[in-house]
């Protein structure tokens, strides 16, 4: 379901807009980037997702998709927060 995620890093204080780029991609999805929900989720294009990332400890993590059918999709260690410059 999920082919790519763009930025592949960001801030461990979150905030960061990623693009999720795959196939059956739905409108209302649910985005999960380290089992943080996301916000600001909206459909760009077919197959493509836009959201802003929560706050999370930094390290690799995992972005799932779940359709509002129940159909989930995930990406392993697609999405990387790097600790916040002081």
Known sequence: ?????????????????????????????IVKVGGVAATGVEAVGPGKLVAVTG??????VLVSVTNPDGRTGSRGWSYRYVAAAP
């Open 1 to 29: 379901m999920i082919s790519r995620v763009e930025p592949r890093s960001g801030p461990s204080t979150g905030g960061t807009r990623i693009t999720i780029t795959g196939f059956n991609l739905a409108p209302g999805a």
């Open 55 to 60: 706050p999370h400890p930094p390290g690799r």
